[in-house]
């Protein structure tokens, strides 16, 4: 069975507050979220809001990329490489490399970007 994404954010924050030798108290005292609430969200039975998740790394004093990288590693390995639906594997990051594409992004082997235009009138507002 595949890792769901709350369960793998949960383990996160979990594992986080854990190593800094923190109780569920203090953190969600300080992130200002019910003890109930914060600790449904670490056992992966509640999805925690985007506003929620900000206020729980804010005090865990850990960055939400660096939660959210963690988080994605999880999901890799719980489900490997992803495939489109005729099982044809799609690339995947090159982690063994430091290369960067010319957005900042880790480049990804056999990757093609492809950029829409933004409408016409988009632009103009803007």
């Known amino acids: 069975m595949a890792l769901l994404l709350r ?3 949960g383990d996160s924050l979990r594992r986080t507050r ?4 923190r109780t569920l108290r203090e953190v969600s005292n300080t992130a200002r979220v019910s003890l109930g609430y914060l600790s449904e969200v670490e056992r992966g039975r509640k999805e925690a809001s985007s506003e929620l998740l900000a206020a729980i790394c804010t005090a865990l004093a850990v960055p939400l990329s660096d939660v959210m990288s963690d988080v994605s590693d999880s999901l890799l390995v719980s489900t490997g490489p992803a495939s489109t639906a005729d099982g044809i ?3 995947t990051a090159d982690t063994g490399s430091s290369k960067m594409s ?11 970007r492809v950029v829409i235009p933004a409408p016409a009138r988009a632009l103009a507002a803007a």
């Open 7 to 9: 369960e793998a954010l």
């Open 18 to 21: 854990v190593a800094q030798s």
């Open 89 to 91: 594997a799609l690339p």
């Open 102 to 112: 010319g957005n900042g992004s880790p480049r990804i082997a056999g990757e093609t």
